[in-house]
């Protein structure tokens, strides 16, 4: 008997999101064509507290727009985790700029502050801060290491909507922020992103840019006084986005609800460890993960082997991108390359009920038991 099957995540769409959809296809033409993007801009903001917020069609246009606009260009490097979605690194060659990928840290997956320096040379333009799957980086760290080396810091908060550093919401910790809105992220409009910054004059760049490069100021119609982009949102994916602003806080605590779950039957058992939440912080746990100590001998074929024999969709950790052909292969960070080998991201969509959760705890627990059990034979 085949057991029903558990996707890892898909969104929550209620009658309201079907509302504001309807309404924006209906009635947001003409005069209109703009208001629920302006309206997901404002309600963005006060949500991140953010002074601006500019809606994109992707979390990519954004950093790759909000990259061009901090004027990163031809052979300069930008550093990063290596442990990320290549969404991260792949804008930096739009520009004809390096990505540089240093080692993470092994609790928070997140970029190592300590491996920064020593990653720094004469062209490097800025520093990416990736919080990976709702957990936080050490944003003190980081903003002290930019300061010192006169170096922007850019926050990729695509995993990160809802979490908080020390009651600052993250992506407006650095120059800017970005977020994505694909249908896998805490809330959706089908594809999406949103660039966030308390800086007036880069607001004002990116405003060009984002409108191939026509000014505000520029009186003559169709004309740009530059290349800019489009990655604009539409207005029918902004009303989308309205409705789940709306829910948003529902959304993120039903996130953590899921996790604590998780956390609940699993965080005692010895050789794991799941996303931790520093004190004064908040994770979001976009992804709840587990990581296997190395004796438990849990890797990652066991891990997909088992969860797929259950029909689980549980997703691997991210590869290290320096492991892919298209970057610079020549690294070394250890825990990028070790901690995937045993990791893996549990389901963790907003309908997942308790029945579905305990059938991956069970899996999970029932791997350690047996690795426990294979052990003592081994010892006997
Ligand atoms: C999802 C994701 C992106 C890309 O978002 P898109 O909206 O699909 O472009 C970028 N960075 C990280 C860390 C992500 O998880």
Redesign the pocket.
Known sequence: MNKQKIPYTKPSITEREVELVTDAARNGWGEKCYEYIHQFEKAFSKYTGAKYAIAT???????HMGMAALNIGPDDEVILADT??I??AAPITYLGAKPVFVDILPDTWCIDPERIEAAITSKTKAIIA???YGNLCEMDKLLEIGKKFNLPIIE?S??ALGSYYQNKHTGTLGEFG?????G??TMTTG???MLITNNDALYERLLTLSNHGRSRSQKKQFWPDEIGFKYKMSNIQAALGCAQIERLNELVDRKREIFFYYYEHLSKINGISMNPEQLGNKNSYWMPTIAFDNDTNITRSVLIDKFSSENIDARVFFWPLSSLSQFDTSNSNPLAYDIPERAINLPSYYDINREQQNRVIDVIRGLLINRTLLAKKVIE
């Open positions: 069609s992707s979390c990519t246009g954004a950093l990320n979605w969404a991260t990736v919080h990976l990729d695509a995993e970005t977020f994505s809105f694909h896998t992220k594809e999406g992103g």
